[in-house]
């Protein structure tokens, strides 16, 4: 597809103005839906190409709607404005485009701080279904994609797990779910994590009454006890569901005691081994705010091999 420039005769009295500060998938392609429902214009704006470094991962995305009000990073805040623009462009033309942004780009006065280069594809939105579809497909807590056609200009949205980049003609952006942190044991230190979790944005469950089927492969299970025995019931749920964290408060001689209980019940090795102890990445945290950043920053570490 050609790349295209902007026309400053194009919508000169429009400014774009950042309608609010996200990086959330789900909130950016609902800040999509909602304009679509009021019969008003967007383009989807995706990060489709890196060369060099970056600040966002392929596939990142942002949202225009015709009012100029956009939301979603495709770079460190550095070219949001201007993809603003040209996302105006898009709609008074009507013709999907492509840009380039730092190295190699027409744009000389707009330079990444990273030194590399970025492209990103504009999609004037038409259909409101496949948005629909994915946001549909995250609420029931299950893997969507949509399938950007350029030579269509056409989206499509599918319902498997696909690996975001270009495959043939079409660019996949893959969603996941959002981060699930699940907090059992009734301590200083699972008040601390439970907070701290959701401050970093993670949907948090707490308390002893989490239901089983609340975990699944975008959890994380936190246990936080002090007693083995009370934490023995929920720890041997979790080793029976998929999880893809498990974390367990205790030294290392407690986890020893640990695994000695759970390969007399008939645990193996290979199970027990997906139990992170310690918990954490810092070494004998010995405060509650301490241990909580720790177990956060070991979930998040976590969360980006899940696939």
Not at 186 to 206: F, W
Request: proline share 4%; charged share 20%.
């Amino acid at each position: 597809m050609q790349q295209l420039l902007i026309d400053d005769d194009l919508h000169p009295q429009i400014k774009p103005q950042q309608a609010l500060q996200t990086d959330d998938s789900e909130s950016i392609l609902r800040f999509a839906l909602e304009a679509m429902e009021a019969d008003s214009a967007a383009v989807l704006v995706t990060l489709v190409e890196i060369r060099g470094g970056a600040a966002r991962a392929l596939g990142a995305q942002m949202v225009v709607r015709e009012d100029g009000r956009y939301c979603g990073y495709v770079s460190g805040g550095c070219v949001e404005a201007a993809a603003a623009y040209e996302a105006l462009q898009v709609i008074a033309t009507g013709k999907d485009r492509f840009v380039r942004y730092g190295e190699g780009s027409p744009y000389l006065d707009i330079v990444l701080p990273c030194g590399g280069g970025i492209t990103l594809a504009f999609h004037q939105l038409r259909d409101a279904q496949p948005l629909r579809n994915v946001l549909d497909l995250l609420a029931k807590r299950q893997p969507a994609a949509l399938r950007y056609l350029p030579t269509f200009q056409r989206l499509a949205s599918a319902a498997c797990t696909e690996i975001t980049g270009w495959q043939e003609d079409a660019f996949i952006t893959g969603y996941l779910p959002k981060t699930r942190v699940a907090v059992y044991g009734r301590s200083v230190e699972a008040l601390a994590t439970a907070s701290i979790a959701q401050a970093a944005g993670y949907e948090v469950l707490s308390g002893e009454d989490v239901q089983a089927q609340a975990v699944d492969p975008f959890t994380a299970v936190i246990l936080l006890y002090h007693d083995l025995d009370r934490e023995l019931p929920v720890l041997l749920a979790a080793l029976r569901s998929a999880p893809f964290y498990i974390g367990a408060l205790g030294s290392r001689r407690t986890h020893a005691t640990r695994i000695e209980k759970l390969l007399s019940l008939g645990f193996s090795e290979e199970e027990i081994a997906r139990i992170k102890a310690p918990i954490g990445i810092f070494a004998q945290a010995r405060d509650a705010r301490t241990l909580a950043l720790s177990i956060v920053a070991d979930v998040a570490a976590a969360r980006l091999n899940v696939v």
